[in-house]
């Protein structure tokens, strides 16, 4: 671990439910919410319940749970945004560009010459919880579909 977790950083209190957020799905290893910066419509964030800043502070176990969430939430991108390409990203660290440091994927549905400048725009409140109303209809749908 490059510095000590801060247990206060934004998405630990996000977790805890002390700080609003637009959620898209949650379980008992993850939470998936809308990217209030997005870099491009429908930018969704998971991040495990897990004390890690980035990939290398990441147990297997939690890093397969947010790559399990991740698969289901690309599904419901991909229905709700009509858009087949999602970029994956994630900065581990500040001289990468980390901001917030609780480990989080960005799941991105947009080619990747399309995308804002990270952090550059914040997204309209009421579209952000349209299209996480959205995207849960859809993962629950996705859900409730026989194998
Ligand atoms: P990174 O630089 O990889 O740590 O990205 C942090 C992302 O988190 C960035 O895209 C903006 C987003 N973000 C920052 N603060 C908040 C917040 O309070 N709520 C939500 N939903 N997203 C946030």
């Known amino acids: 671990m490059t510095k000590p977790y801060d247990q206060n950083n934004i998405f630990a209190r996000i977790i805890r439910g002390e700080i609003p957020c637009h959620k898209v799905y949650e379980d008992e290893h993850t939470l998936a919410f809308m990217d209030v910066m997005p870099q491009a419509r429908g930018h969704v964030l998971v991040v495990p319940k897990y004390a890690a800043i980035e990939l290398t502070d990441m147990p297997a176990d939690y890093l397969s749970a947010v790559f399990a969430t991740a ?20 900065l581990s660290g500040a001289d990468a560009g980390q901001s917030v440091f609780h480990y989080h994927i960005h799941l991105i549905p947009a080619h990747v010459h399309e995308l804002a400048a990270h952090e550059s725009q914040s997204a309209d409140q009421a579209d952000l919880a349209k299209l996480a109303g959205q995207l849960r209809a859809a993962l629950d749908s996705n859900n409730a579909q026989p194998d």
């Open 71 to 90: 698969q289901k939430v690309i599904a419901a991108q991909r229905q709700v945004l009509h858009r087949q390409g999602v970029v994956q990203m994630q």
